[in-house]
């Protein structure tokens, strides 16, 4: 597979989709952990308003506001050179009406640099996303467990087993011209399926390996959240512990005396 080094956009990573590549997908949510995971070389980072959870420490998604999608929607564009930008649409912002959308994902867009916006729902969004699209902003959909209908799925962690459902919002999405659809704890046949129904990637998030491609959160891929262990959710590496015991390290080295040394002191 040959290596992309140039900026990702929204027809290159459907293109990629197309021949075979499997996307990967990251959160971020500020100008350093943006700057690692480009560098690292992901195809794409979102700006998940699962910051709700990960940076602000609350329990749903529900409180995040625009301004703060925007605030590190911004830190997080700044940072990035090759991977495509994906801001998420929070509760509330596009949900009134298509024209509170296309105002509220026109802000996103002019005001932190992002390749797109992304919005939950299939079916019930469709005039919206519609909407976004006439003012040329690309939409990535989000189908399955949506977080921010919590208060009516009756709780964050369900896995969606309708097939029939999941598969027309699915295309009722494609249909009003989403590039791409994330597809949240569903069953990874079902997901299997509806990916081989469509011609936009899925990009799957507890979906199995027959999506397009897989997003994490990198908070919680990065073992930095270890109370939060659903079974998708595979931690490469053990950065809480490694941050306690470079912590630590510090507080035992100022107390006993052996920090600043001589290297680390002016003369
Ligand atoms: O907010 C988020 O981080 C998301 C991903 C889990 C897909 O929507």
Request: glycine share 8%; hydrophobic share 45%; with cysteine.
């Amino acid at each position: 597979m040959q290596k992309i080094t140039r900026k990702i956009t929204v027809p290159l990573f459907r293109d990629m989709a197309a021949q075979g590549q499997k996307l990967t997908m990251l959160t971020a949510y500020d100008y350093l952990w943006a700057g690692v995971m480009d560098e690292a070389g992901v195809d794409s980072i979102l700006v998940g308003d699962s910051l709700a959870m990960v940076v602000q420490g609350r329990s749903t998604t529900l409180p995040v506001t625009l301004d703060q999608m925007i605030y590190h929607g911004e830190m997080v564009a700044r940072a990035v050179r090759r991977a495509l930008v994906i801001v998420d649409m929070p509760f509330m912002s596009y949900q009134v009406s298509p024209k509170q959308a296309v105002r509220s994902a026109g802000r996103i867009m002019k005001e932190t640099g992002a390749d797109a916006v992304k919005l939950e729902g299939g079916a019930i969004q469709s005039e919206t996303i519609r909407a976004i699209g006439r003012a040329e902003i690309p939409v990535m959909a989000h189908v399955g467990m949506r977080p921010q209908a919590v208060r009516q799925l009756g709780g964050m962690g369900k896995v969606q087993r309708d097939e029939q459902q999941l598969l027309n919002d699915a295309r009722a999405a494609e249909d009003a011209g989403a590039f791409a659809i994330v597809l949240e704890l569903v069953p990874q046949d079902i997901a299997a399926r509806i990916t081989a129904a469509l011609s936009i990637p899925t990009i799957g998030i507890g979906a199995g390996v027959g999506c397009s491609g897989q997003v994490l959160v990198g908070p919680d891929m990065l073992g930095l959240n270890p109370d939060f262990q659903p079974k998708f959710l595979k931690q490469f590496a053990d950065l809480r512990n490694q941050a306690t015991n470079a912590v630590q390290s510090y507080i035992q080295e100022v107390r006993n005396g052996s920090f600043p040394d001589a290297q680390h002191s002016h003369s």
